[in-house]
């Protein structure tokens, strides 16, 4: 008859062993397989990118959202390890621990360079590990701003060139110009030497006169600087500017009898270096005095009547006003207008003759107001002469309708003979003289 083995579970006896009892290799295969089974569940790494100003510090943080205290760590773009929680097996002293908890990892690194660009990572220690990265940009400011002028002194009128160049930036950056306030358009070149950048902005400036000491500006767009910039001021010669003044008379017109001063100023750069008068198409009076920039006349006569220049010149060019002089009679007792002056460029012409028609409109009115006070007058004079005439010839006129009252011996029976007279109808009769 047949024995039946019961199973012990503590039993290591027999060559298969007892059921219950797994065998060692697969145990460990078990134990491996469980090894293997992710730990870190709803854990997440979170990092930023970075960009930084060669020269300055750079802080790179790793995080940790739903953190069970798995192991943090940083590596560089070489993949070397940073730091290992709050150890640093690299041996750059640039880098420093700022903080270091269960859910964050920040390191900071100063003096930053072009070589420390690139991506950094930031590891978690997990069943799998996890891994993401952070990029560093490092922005390089443009160095050397200048400008170089083609000319330090230039002409009025003349076009001149200006360079503005910004070196070894990156990224390239972008160059504005300014005269004064107002802003240029210019004409700009990059160049690329290895990771940096050379700008060069071409300016073409035509100058006047009106420039002469203003500032022309290169601004510098970038965003690892603000507000760089370079500025020259230009010089700008030009020819003089000639202007006559009529000192006396102050007011009026210029009269026969009377003085005329005149004087002539001149500006230019450089300064005029010679002023003179002249007489146009005549030669000038000899009882004219001329004193440097002055004229004097001390007694006016017709045989002045003319035009009357005022040239200066530098080493531009030369400029010259103009005065035109008409002498009028001896002064009335209508006071004279102010007399006025015209400009025109280059040359200035003063006429003496500016204030007559003035003159002539102060006369015209009072002429007018003689004539309508006469006018008035006489219309006066009529309505009363037609008044008296009419009173001495006035009509008179006789009736019959109170004939016999004359002889009435009182007012009734003057009545009564005035009725008894309407009876007949011939004596109704009117009668005009």
């Known amino acids: 008859m047949a024995s039946r083995t019961e199973p012990s579970g503590c039993s290591g006896r027999g060559g298969g062993g007892a059921p219950g009892i797994l065998p060692l290799p697969l145990l460990l295969l078990l134990l491996a397989a469980a090894a293997l089974i992710p730990r870190g569940g709803g854990q997440n790494l979170v990092t930023e990118d970075v960009t930084v100003v060669e020269g300055e510090v750079a802080t790179i943080s790793c995080r940790v959202k739903n953190s069970d205290d798995s192991v943090i760590q940083l590596l560089n773009p070489n993949r070397q390890t940073i730091y290992f929680k709050d150890f640093r097996p690299l041996k750059d002293s640039r880098f420093q621990l700022v903080n270091f908890s269960n859910s964050e990892l920040r390191v900071s690194l100063t003096n930053v360079s072009i070589s420390d660009e690139g991506r950094y990572f930031c590891q978690l220690y997990t069943d799998p590990p996890q891994e993401i990265y952070t990029t560093m940009t490092v922005l390089v400011p443009p160095r050397n701003l200048m400008i170089d002028i083609q000319k330090d002194i230039a002409t009025e009128g003349e076009e001149i060139e200006l360079n503005c160049t910004a070196m070894a930036s990156r990224p390239a950056t972008t160059i504005r110009w300014f005269k004064g306030n107002k802003e240029l358009l210019g004409k700009s070149e990059v160049e690329q030497w290895s990771d940096m950048f050379t700008v060069t902005s071409q300016l073409l400036l035509t100058v006047g006169r009106e420039d002469d000491g203003v500032p022309v500006i290169c601004l510098v767009d970038h965003p690892a600087v603000k507000d760089l910039q370079t500025q020259r001021y230009l010089e700008v010669m030009y020819k003089p500017q000639v202007r006559v003044l009529q000192n006396y008379p102050l007011q009026g017109l210029t009269r026969e009898g009377e003085p005329l001063e005149l004087t002539c100023t001149a500006f230019g ?77 280059p040359t200035t012409i003063t006429d003496s003759r500016a204030g007559d028609e003035g003159s002539i409109r102060a006369v015209d009115h009072a002429v007018i107001g003689g004539v309508v006070a006469v006018v008035v007058f006489a219309m006066l004079c009529l309505l009363i002469i037609l008044g008296r005439y009419f009173a001495r010839h006035k009509g008179t006129y006789f009736t019959h309708e109170a004939k016999g009252a004359d002889d009435a011996a009182d007012a009734d029976t003057a009545i009564i003979n005035a009725e008894g007279g309407q009876n007949n109808s011939e004596e109704k009769k009117e009668y005009f003289i």
């Open 269 to 345: 750069k450089p300064q005029p270096t010679e002023v003179k008068w002249l007489r146009v198409d005549d030669e000038m009076p000899q009882h004219v005095v001329v004193s440097g920039s002055n004229l004097l006349i001390n007694n006016l006569n017709k045989t002045d009547n003319g035009t009357y220049r005022c040239e200066a010149s530098n080493a531009v060019g030369k400029s010259s006003a103009d005065y035109m002089l008409f002498v009028y009679d001896p002064p009335t007792t209508i006071p004279p207008p102010t007399t006025t002056t015209t400009t025109t460029t």
